[in-house]
């Protein structure tokens, strides 16, 4: 309201166009469960969408350090046990496209002689799982300290 502008008295105003006015400023801001239901969908989607995109550039792509899957340490602990003669002290598993490649470190044998690969300490091991469920674990003696590039 301006300076020179007269108030409106009291004594014109009428109850009704007081509760006319109500009526109009409620009808203007009265939002019905359908906009509410609409922001909730909308910002669910948004949700679900970086959910998804969050997962799909968290996935291990080939060459990366994962963690073993269910019975894959123990097949290769096995193997090394039952074809190796060695005991395996620690192992680091690479997923690629269809197998594991597991760096496999083994305690020494240099008390047993006649063997040359007694005194290796560090294996590669290439882990393919089978249609039945079992993993197929090759294995090769790494004689340097170079273990090579996962997955080649």
Sequence with gaps: MSLFEEQESDEYRSE???????FET????VRSWHHYF???LIVSVVVIVVGALIFYFTLPGVGDAVK??????????VHFLDKEKRTM???????CDKYYWIKVDVEKRPDIVGKPNNTVSKYIAKAEQQPEGTW???????????WGTPCS
């Design 16 to 22: 009704n166009d007081d509760k006319n006015r109500l």
């Design 26 to 29: 409620q009808q203007r801001n």
């Design 38 to 40: 609409k922001l909730l």
């Design 68 to 77: 073993a899957p269910d019975g894959l340490e123990d097949a290769v602990r």
């Design 89 to 95: 002290t620690g192992a680091s598993t690479y997923y």
């Design 136 to 146: 197929a674990v090759t294995a090769t003696p790494v004689t340097g300290d170079d």
